[in-house]
């Protein structure tokens, strides 16, 4: 049997007619930039996470980027951030020539806040933290540190739309908070897009400008800006896919509380799940000291599964200019040496699942 770690296929033809007749009325429309897709869009996201204001823009980095510029940080400021994430959230505060200070995560893969307050210079402006495969982090503590330090705080939720953390959605801690809409991500286009959402009209306001030139009213230009903009089909796609969010989320959670369950191997641990949380199953990350004997063990019988991610940002050839060195952060690399993700997508069949977890269950190292 032959399992592939993701495909996209099976969750286009789930509600085919619906995405078919969307995408057909925005051609037919004859407008497709900046239109009322993406103000409706807009509206329903908003709602949907609680808050205010959502600007759609070309990418989750994006976002990332217009969040921390709007905030107006930049050169010569830092920003707290997980040593154990995607470099995408890194790149975010180092597009705005500011210095990423990274924090060593805890055993949910998530930045750990009681390591946070070390970390903090005069020179910092912002807490970066990432909800790492669906999985809120410690939002509360969190919150409390930069309060009492008077920093902002910009939440990355690419990997986790609808993750609740004692009783509250992640993308509402946040002063603004960043999703991206990749077509793996939980709630995903069929191409780039990405969004802020804040309670702040002015925050709101600045990144509607930043991604569209600057502007606001058509050839005035306010400020210095860059185009990117979410378009008018990808919006009507995910307002598609918004309506169903909730059965795609049951689906793999279903998927992934059967792994928990049934996956029964001393030499594998399970990933874990923080108390007062809603996970939403971006990936299913294990663990083993065995690693890449297992992944190779799983290839020879047909099982694709990938790693997120093996160079943490602060090893990336990318990063040499930062200066860190093997050994800088011992937590997040051990992570990146014993992690494994493993399929999970929506559509995957019963039969599917069944076959990953008796050769999960069946590897001796
Ligand atoms: C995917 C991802 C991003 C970037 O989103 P894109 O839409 O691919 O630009 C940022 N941060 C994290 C944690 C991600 O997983």
Redesign the pocket.
């Known amino acids: 049997m032959n399992i592939h770690f993701n495909i996209l296929k099976p969750q286009y033809l789930m509600f085919k007619e619906e995405y078919d007749k969307a995408v057909l009325e925005v051609l037919d429309s004859g407008w497709y930039i900046l239109g009322k897709q993406v103000k409706r869009f807009e509206e329903e996201f908003a709602e949907y996470v609680g808050m205010k204001h959502c600007v759609g823009v070309n990418?989750?980095?994006d976002a990332?980027i217009l969040a921390i510029r709007a905030l107006g940080i930049g050169k010569g400021d830092e920003v707290i951030a997980p040593a154990n994430?995607?470099i995408?959230?890194i790149l975010g505060v180092t597009e705005n020539g500011a210095t990423p200070v990274f924090v060593e995560p805890d055993e949910f893969f998530n930045i750990d806040p009681s390591k946070i307050k070390a970390a903090i210079t005069s020179k910092a402006k912002a807490i970066l933290p990432?909800h790492?495969y669906g999985q809120p982090a410690r939002m509360e503590e969190i919150m409390e540190i930069a309060r009492e330090h008077n920093l902002y705080v910009v939440e990355?939720c690419?990997?986790a739309h609808g993750a609740i953390v004692n009783g509250r959605n992640i993308g509402t801690f946040g002063d603004i908070n960043c999703f991206?809409f990749?077509p793996t991500?939980n709630l995903g286009a069929f191409g780039?897009a990405?969004a802020i959402v804040t309670n702040s009209e002015k925050l709101a306001e600045k990144v509607r400008m930043l991604r569209n030139y600057g502007s606001i009213k058509k050839y005035y230009h306010e400020i210095e800006g860059i185009n990117s903009r979410l378009d008018e089909l990808q919006a009507a796609v995910l307002r598609v896919k918004l309506r169903h969010i909730n059965e795609l989320e049951q689906e793999r959670r279903i998927i992934a509380e059967r792994y928990l369950t049934e996956i029964k191997n001393p030499l594998i641990e399970l990933p874990k799940v923080s108390q007062n949380c809603k996970h939403v199953w971006h990936l299913f990350v294990i663990k083993c000291n065995q690693r890449d004997k297992l992944q190779a063990f799983l290839k020879d019988n047909g099982i694709d599964t990938k790693i997120h991610y093996p160079i943490p940002p602060h090893l990336s050839e990318a990063y040499q200019r930062l200066g860190y060195k093997k050994g800088d952060f011992p937590i997040t690399e051990e992570y990146a040496n014993t992690i494994l993700s493993l399929p999970l997508y929506n559509g995957m069949t019963d039969e599917e699942i069944n076959y990953v977890i008796g050769k999960l269950n069946e590897f001796r190292g």
């Open positions: 990418s989750g980095l990332l994430t995607y995408a959230s990432v790492l990355d690419a990997q991206s990749f991500k780039d990405g």
